[in-house]
């Protein structure tokens, strides 16, 4: 068990619809990261927050959003959904900024499955 | 654009032997490489790191070589056993994203 939680675990949804993931970090961690594992492309990253700001994007799309509210819960919203957006869902959580050489290791959640009817 | 590549989807070693997973990248802006162990129905595991400054890293049976120069790192297990058996991601760190390459299937059989 990482410490991270994600709900829900299973999501399935029509096209044009919105869902919100929600991801609880370990305690004690300040930056959580979206990641999407899709079945062609692997895990790719999609957004971190530190402390509630936005610290760094990746690929995610316009459709999708995501915060860290004061409490360190993070939240992604994916908006108008399409087939495509079916994957997997991870969270990640770590101390606090990544990129240095001492590097803080991301923990995953055991992640959300959405799939798009 | 993959940037992190497992050429190998899938890997099977007998019990006992040595496990030798790879990994190639392509951007050298790269200073920190991991390797993510995953279960079934779970989320990657952290499993072994290393610095770009290093070319060797050992925990336990896991040993991680980084060839900066080939831009190739490879996670060695000895001794293999059936519980090793889970799809393992090699990760490259840049700034503070991870990037993963699509994973390896090990299956370690008795």
């Known amino acids: 068990d990482s410490g991270v939680t994600q709900t829900p675990k299973h999501l399935i949804t029509a096209t044009g619809q919105r869902v919100t993931l929600r991801c609880s970090p370990r305690?004690?961690?300040?930056?959580v990261y979206w990641y999407q594992q899709s079945l062609d492309q692997g895990l790719q990253f999609l957004i971190q927050?530190?402390?509630?700001?936005?610290?760094a994007k990746g690929n995610i799309l316009e459709r999708f959003s995501a915060q860290q509210f004061p409490d360190l819960h993070s939240e992604l919203n994916l908006s108008s959904l399409e087939l495509g957006d079916s994957a997997l869902y991870f969270c990640?959580?770590?101390?606090?900024?990544?990129?240095?050489?001492?590097?803080?290791?991301?923990?995953f959640g055991p992640g959300t499955r959405l799939t798009v009817l | 654009d993959q940037q992190v590549k497992q050429n190998s989807p899938s890997l099977s070693v007998q019990e006992g032997r040595i496990s030798i997973l790879n990994c190639d990248y392509t951007?050298?802006?790269?200073?920190?490489f991991l390797w993510y162990k995953k279960y079934p129905a779970e989320g990657p595991t952290f499993l072994i790191s290393?610095?770009?400054?290093?070319d060797k890293n050992e925990d336990g049976r896991f040993t991680v070589f980084l060839n900066k120069s080939a831009k190739h790192l490879s996670l060695h297990i000895v001794p293999s056993q059936p519980g090793d058996s889970a799809v393992y991601f090699c990760?490259?760190?840049?700034?503070?994203?991870?990037?993963f390459g699509k994973g390896t299937s090990l299956l370690v059989t008795p």
């Open positions: 990640a959580s770590s101390v606090g900024l990544a990129g240095t050489i001492l590097t803080d290791t991301q923990y």
């Open positions: 305690s004690g961690d300040l930056s």
């Open positions: 927050y530190y402390n509630g700001e936005e610290r």
């Open positions: 951007n050298s802006m790269f200073d920190y």
């Open positions: 290393i610095s770009s400054i290093k």
């Open positions: 990760a490259a760190q840049s700034g503070y994203a991870l990037n």
